[in-house]
Nanobody
Framework: QVQLVESGGGVVQPGASLVLSCAAS????????MAWFRQSPGKARELVAS????????FYATPVKGRFTISRDFAKNTGTLQLTNLETDDTATYYC???????????????????WGQGTQVTVSS
C-alpha cells in the first residue's frame, strides 16, 4: 500500500522560501506520477505542479510558474517542491499526491484514484 508523508511547511513572510518534502513508501516509484495540490479555506483543491513517471514531464500551474520547482528522487523515493518568492495567496494546505494512471499533464484535469498525503500547512503572512 502506497503511503505519502509530507513535511516542511511553516509560517513565513512574503518573499521567503520553503522546501516541502514528500516521503513515499510501499510502491514502485516509477509507476506513479507525483504531484502537489493545495487547498485554501473555502476554495477547491488545485493542482500546483506535477512530474511524470520518468521525471521529465513537468507541469506548473500559472500562479506558481517561475517561483516553484518540483522534483523527485527515485533512489530515495521522495518528491520535493521548492517554493520561492512566496506570496500571501500561496497560503494553503499542500498535499503530495501519487497517481498510478494519469500522466503529469493529465493531472491538470484533476486527480484520479491515487494516494494522498496528510497535508502540510504553508502560511505566508507579514
Amino acid at each position: 500500500q502506497v503511503q505519502l508523508v509530507e513535511s516542511g511547511g511553516g509560517v513565513v513572510q512574503p518573499g521567503a522560501s520553503l522546501v516541502l518534502s514528500c516521503a513515499a513508501s510501499g510502491w514502485d516509484s516509477k509507476t506513479y506520477a507525483m504531484a502537489w495540490f493545495r487547498q485554501s479555506p473555502g476554495k477547491a483543491r488545485e493542482l500546483v505542479a506535477s512530474v511524470g513517471r520518468g521525471g521529465h514531464a513537468i507541469f506548473y500551474a500559472t500562479p506558481v510558474k517561475g517561483r516553484f520547482t518540483i522534483s523527485r528522487d527515485f533512489a530515495k523515493n521522495t518528491g520535493t517542491l521548492q517554493l520561492t518568492n512566496l506570496e500571501t495567496d500561496d497560503t494553503a494546505t499542500y498535499y503530495c499526491y501519487a497517481d498510478p494512471v494519469k500522466t503529469a499533464m493529465a493531472l491538470q484535469r484533476g486527480p484520479s484514484l491515487g494516494t494522498w498525503g496528510q497535508g502540510t500547512q504553508v502560511t505566508v503572512s507579514s
